[in-house]
């Protein structure tokens, strides 16, 4: 592989935006919340709830337009919607190959998404990588205290794989993510997105435009 900031023993990845496209699902499903009063869904505000707790995003979005619902009613009615979209989310240009080259590689891969149980399973039940994801923590798990941008579903997932942090590389394409892993002692490389900006992603150890620019 070409230009790791180090020899990882692991790989981390967070899913949404990184491995999956599913941002502009996520975008659509919540448009769709906010269309019977008349609320747009900029891009100003995607960027404020990206790569975080669902509970915490969902606030923010409620906080924005003054919603008369509670933060899990917000989501319950997102979920409908992102329930007919996710298994058929299109995967960030590369991931699928480049799973394959490191696992081949001998490096373990795990995934640390906030996305919860039932709706990761259902953006990757289906994907042929998903068997080469040695441990995967969702954002309810059970020893899960904090979200991202706190370190600790990193911190968990590298403890599951039995791996120091210091020894991970963590793909995130959030500021919220590049936050957490750093955090947690990890070695960063971003993808880049059309939802962040140059400054979202400047803690980052790398940026690069897709998996294939790393093989």
């Not at 917000?74 to 989310?89: C, I």
């Not at 919220?176 to 140059?198: D, R």
Request: charge should be negative; include cysteine; charged fraction near 25%.
């Amino acid at each position: 592989m070409k230009n790791l900031p180090i020899d990882p023993q692991a790989m981390i990845f967070d899913l949404d935006g990184t491995l999956l496209d599913t941002e502009p699902l996520y975008t659509q499903a919540a448009q769709a919340v906010l269309d019977p009063y008349g609320h747009i869904f900029t891009m100003e505000l995607k960027r404020k709830v990206m790569g975080g707790d669902s509970v915490r995003s969902a606030q923010i979005t409620i906080n924005e337009f003054d919603l008369p619902m509670t933060a899990q009613e917000f989501l319950d009615q997102r979920k409908v919607f992102l329930e007919q979209l996710f298994p058929d989310a299109e995967e960030i240009t590369g991931a699928a190959t480049f799973l394959e080259h490191v696992t081949g590689l001998g490096i373990t891969t795990g995934l640390a998404t906030s996305s919860h149980t039932h709706l990761c399973e259902l953006k990757i039940s289906n994907r042929p990588w998903r068997q080469l994801l040695t441990t995967i923590v969702c954002g309810d798990d059970s020893e899960l205290k904090r979200s991202k941008p706190e370190p600790d579903i990193f911190l968990l997932c590298a403890s599951r794989l039995d791996v120091e942090p210091a020894k991970v590389v963590a793909f995130e394409d959030s500021r919220n993510g590049i936050e957490a892993a750093k955090a947690a002692g990890m070695t960063v490389i971003a993808l880049e997105s059309p939802y962040t900006t140059t400054e979202d992603l400047r803690d980052a150890d790398l940026i690069v435009g897709d998996f294939l620019a790393l093989i």
